[in-house]
């Protein structure tokens, strides 16, 4: 199986079976099936907690690269 790439680029930690050996991963770099069974079973509390933990990731990413959206109109 192909796994994203281990970028750290958030806080939420994570440990999950790889290939038969245990990894902690963040949130982000967990595939999308991993994703789901962390999140299965969590409250609605615990899920508000987690977008905003990657909404802070996500902001200081742009802040940090300067990045922002630019409308097909300004290019």
Do not use: H, Q
């Not at 750290?8 to 050996?21: N, Q, S, T």
């Not at 962390?38 to 909404?55: H, N, Q, T």
């Amino acid at each position: 199986m192909t796994y994203p790439i281990k970028r750290d680029l958030d806080p939420a930690y994570f440990r999950v079976e790889r290939e038969g050996k245990w990894e902690s991963l963040c949130f982000t770099d967990l595939t999308e099936k991993e994703r789901e069974g962390v999140m299965d079973g969590r409250s609605e509390s615990w899920l508000r907690k987690m977008v905003a933990i990657l909404a802070g990731s996500l902001r200081d990413l742009g802040d940090r690269l300067n990045v922002e959206y630019v409308s097909g109109d300004e290019l």
